[in-house]
């Protein structure tokens, strides 16, 4: 297989193609501090594009509670448990990835899950873990613990489902890195869907050939973030475009978060796959499992998650997330507000980096009412 460098595991790997990036590659953030699983982001997912026959129990996007849910069910202990324990402690990863534990005659390590795995999307939610015994208080971190994981498409650099497709049908756009599966060449093989170790390429029974996440490219064109961002109601999200860490601007919010402040990681980077999607991990989880979901510098992305009223850029990136439903291509902080703009430079939102505090007395001699509840 070529080689290919993969920053998030800081080293070169084995893919089955060669190493192109794009002329800017399609990125999403996610704070899971925030998410309070209110599924707003599945159902306009599922509205806008998997109403039809065949796709009752798909979903591109899905909010999962972890540690015990799944979709489909089990997808991301399956995988772990055929790839091992895997040496993640450093910044360079010196594991294997999947495509380099590939069995011989096979591209990636992968499994295909039964049509059954897909009939609980809301499998372990808020189910916690841990004990808590009688006379117990509340500490942190916590007892008992669990936290939500909205998941779609990770538009990977190296993506497994391209590079399982004997059939080429699946490809990269070079203009934005969105990976899109061309359905009039797709034979329905179902490769994609076993080599995917994020399970985010669908097999649709009715048509027989497969389906999933198209970043809501027509929207992206169009300078619009994503259904699933701007329609979240506890403005977790924020989608945008990355560069390469050589390449990171200060005044790319999602460069800036990733990147600079290195707050956001992504999801099991272990796998190899690079993928455009990353998580503010949840700061009252413990390190261990943390460490296994998003890899290397997770205490370090907290640490610095909990300093951000002392970083006014990175607040101030924080504070874009939900402002806009338009694409932020850089920002500024200017005195007391955050500002965003789009590719050309124009103005999109200004968002205060402290919402002001209005005091009202308590009786109002002119309209002669209480400002307050008196009962």
Not at 37 to 43: E, F, G, K, P, W
Not at 115 to 136: F, K, R, V, W
Not at 177 to 204: A, M, S, W
Not at 216 to 224: G, K, L
Request: hydrophobic share 30%.
């Amino acid at each position: 297989m070529p080689k290919v460098y993969n920053w998030q595991i800081g080293r070169e790997m084995e893919y089955p193609y060669e190493g192109v990036r794009p002329q800017k590659q399609f990125a999403m953030i996610m704070d899971t501090n925030k998410c309070i699983a209110c599924q707003t982001c599945t159902v306009a997912c599922k509205t806008t594009w998997t109403s039809g026959r065949g796709q009752e129990a798909m979903f591109w996007n899905n909010v999962e509670t972890k540690p015990y849910g799944y979709y489909p069910l089990g997808w991301d202990v399956k995988i772990l448990d055929k790839l091992g324990v895997q040496d993640i402690s450093g910044p360079v990863y010196q594991g294997k990835t999947l495509f380099e534990s590939a069995p011989a005659g096979e591209r990636i390590l992968g499994y295909l899950p039964d049509d059954l795995d897909y009939a609980h999307p809301n499998i372990g939610e808020d189910d916690s873990t841990g004990l808590m015994e009688q006379g117990a208080f509340l500490q942190v971190p916590h007892m008992q613990w669990m936290y939500y994981l909205p998941r779609i498409c990770n538009h990977c650099t190296y993506a497994a489902c391209l590079g399982s497709c004997p059939r080429q049908s699946i490809y990269k756009r070079p203009e934005d890195g969105i990976v899109l599966l061309d359905q009039q060449r797709c034979r329905g093989y179902r490769e994609c869907v076993r080599g995917c170790p994020y399970k985010k390429t669908h097999f649709n029974p009715m048509t027989r050939v497969s389906e999933k996440c198209i970043g809501c490219y027509p929207a992206v064109e169009n300078n619009r973030q994503t259904q699933c961002t701007i329609t979240c109601i506890g403005k977790i999200r924020t989608q945008g475009f990355i560069a390469p860490p050589d390449k990171a601007r200060e005044d790319n919010p999602i460069d800036y978060i990733v990147h600079v402040a290195k707050v956001a990681k992504p999801l099991y980077p272990q796998f190899g796959l690079e993928p455009n999607v990353y998580y503010i991990p949840p700061v009252h989880v413990p390190p261990q499992y943390l460490y296994q979901m998003f890899g290397w510098g997770v205490e370090k992305a907290i640490e610095n998650y909990r300093k951000a009223p002392e970083d006014k850029k990175l607040l101030g990136a924080l504070l874009l997330f939900g402002a806009t439903p338009e694409i932020i291509h850089h920002y500024k902080v200017e005195g007391r507000y955050t500002i965003g703009y789009d590719e050309k430079d124009g103005e999109l939102v200004r968002v205060p980096l402290k919402e002001p505090i209005y005091l009202r007395v308590v009786y109002d001699d002119k309209y002669q009412t209480h400002r307050s509840n008196i009962t």
